[in-house]
């Protein structure tokens, strides 16, 4: 295994974001943020890349929303992970910086300590 220096970007949307500037049966059909941006990741051939949904939580200064149900509510927050070299990383977060402008986006830097078992 290589040993690079990773940086882990954490970017967080409400669940029921979605994908600006797409057509019409796109919008309809396939229109989350998080699915499209892990999708980029895959593309982008980033290491690793996780979507997490919020058991409760806010985002914004909003209220708290709950994942109470199985399909959580559209303000629940969520949050993609990437990790990766830092090069990586920021040619993801430059090609896809227009759906990113929704987005809170959160760097851990490579000279943070980091544990690893």
């Known amino acids: ?6 940086v882990i970007v954490r970017i967080y949307f409400e669940y029921g974001a979605s994908v600006k500037d797409q057509s019409f049966w796109k919008k309809l059909w ?7 941006l892990l999708k980029k990741a ?9 979507i997490f949904i919020a058991k409760s939580g806010y985002l914004n200064y909003k ?21 990766d070299s830092e090069i990586k990383i920021n ?4 090609l896809n910086q227009d759906n990113l402008k929704q987005t809170k986006i959160i760097r851990v830097h490579p000279n943070s300590e980091i544990l690893f078992t």
């Open 1 to 6: 295994m290589e040993n690079k220096p990773i």
């Open 30 to 36: 396939n229109n989350s943020l998080g699915e499209f």
């Open 42 to 50: 895959r593309e982008s051939n980033i290491e690793q890349a996780n």
């Open 63 to 83: 209220n708290i929303s709950y994942n109470i149900s199985e399909i959580p509510a559209l303000t629940n927050p969520a949050c993609l992970e990437l990790v």
């Open 91 to 94: 040619q993801f977060l430059e």
